[in-house]
Nanobody, 129 residues
């Protein structure tokens, strides 16, 4: 099993930046595909895919809504996942979750939240207009 803990959320003005981190313990993250998801206010039943990264870190996938603004990265040696968020918009306001799921070394990250096995508790990101 792997435990995931997010940090770095907060309140920022539109156009600003935040950097989210996800620290893993209990197992090495190099075994897992990793992703970031978010749940916006009033959409508790929708866990929106944000970005994903494969095990080697060589394949990155982004939702169209964040492409060009967000950057996902991982450091397998430090057991961490990161999400750099720039040019933030009010519609980026949400609770952000990191997730880990099984996959081969060459698999792309999943965009379907149901394929991820482990989840963090979430960190709140609020973007004011």
């Amino acid at each position: 099993q792997v435990q995931l803990v997010e940090s770095g959320g907060g309140l920022v003005q539109a156009g600003g930046s935040l950097s989210l981190s996800c620290a893993a313990s209990g197992s090495t993250v190099s075994f897992y595909l990793l992703g970031w998801f978010r749940q916006a206010p009033g959409k508790e039943r929708e866990r929106e895919y944000v970005a994903g990264i494969n095990r080697s870190g060589g394949s990155l996938i982004y939702a169209d809504s964040v492409k060009g603004r967000f950057t996902i990265s991982r450091d397998n040696s430090k057991n961490t996942l990161s999400l750099q968020m720039n040019s933030l918009k009010p519609e980026d306001t949400a609770v952000y979750y990191c997730a880990a799921g099984p996959g081969s070394w060459y698999s792309d990250a999943y965009t379907d939240y149901q394929k991820y096995t482990y989840w963090g508790q979430g960190t709140q990101v609020t973007v004011s207009s």
